[in-house]
């Protein structure tokens, strides 16, 4: 009688491991990745390209912020804003940069590199130090944010709405006439949805309806450019 208790035990202790092993996995911290893009841009075809191979990894949020100062080329982005190069720009002091430039990829909000380049991405995504900041759990009608440290007494709140997956933008003028470009997880909207200052606090998002099957992302983040101290994304 005693062999079959015995491995009823072990195959209970198995998957309690097996559950807390699932239950930390779900909990790492998401690896934010943001690639600065233009179609405008003859550089940044190899940039969406490299985007494309993270973009389903496990751990990881990929983002396509298109920019606009590349639209006097003659071809106007049909996904740029300006909000999104306000972001950028937002962006470059604390990076070292004096402006801004496509295909600049950030990751975590605090480290940057060329976009183009071979294997930077990747790079980036293994050497960026990781989000430590407070718990995020995001529903349809909510964000709620975990107590924790905010660097300098508050960070901001920022609603990504984003289209999961690669779409393809034929350009006809421009740097890139003729082409096909493919995008990954392209950034429709960028919205502030307030301030946390180190106290668990709930925050509203638009009701679903409003997103047109869009995917959400959530970020917390040091202001001014800063590092990013937490994400979620449904």
Not at 9 to 20: D, N, R
Not at 98 to 118: I, L, R
Not at 170 to 199: D, F, I, K, M, Y
Request: hydrophobic share 40%; net charge positive.
């Amino acid at each position: 009688m005693t062999g079959p208790k015995t491995t009823l035990g072990k195959l209970s202790l198995a998957g309690a491991a097996f559950i807390a092993l699932a239950g930390a996995a779900a909990a790492q911290p998401l690896t934010v990745v943001e690639l600065f893009t233009s179609q405008g841009c003859s550089s940044c075809p190899p940039a969406n390209a490299n985007l494309i191979k993270v973009k389903d990894r496990p751990g990881v949020l990929a983002l396509s912020f298109n920019v606009t100062y590349w639209d006097y080329l003659g071809w106007k982005d049909i996904f740029g804003r300006q909000e999104f190069t306000e972001r950028q720009v937002t962006y470059e002091p604390a990076l070292g940069h004096d402006g801004p430039f496509t295909p600049q990829v950030v990751v975590n909000g605090s480290a940057d590199a060329v976009g183009a380049a071979p294997g930077e991405i990747e790079r980036l995504i293994s050497t960026s130090p990781r989000a430590k900041g407070p718990a995020l759990s995001l529903g349809n009608s909510k964000v709620s944010i975990g107590d924790g440290t905010a660097p300098g007494g508050a960070a901001d709140v920022w609603l990504v709405r984003y289209r999961r997956g690669v779409v393809e933008v034929p350009v006809a003028r421009g740097e890139n006439t003729g082409r096909t470009l493919p995008h990954a997880n392209v950034v429709h909207s960028l919205q502030r949805l307030g301030r946390w200052n180190g106290a668990a606090t709930t925050l509203p998002l638009p009701l679903p309806a409003a997103t047109g099957g869009l995917s959400t992302a959530v970020l917390v983040q040091t202001p001014g450019g800063g590092p990013i101290l937490a994400a979620a994304a449904n």
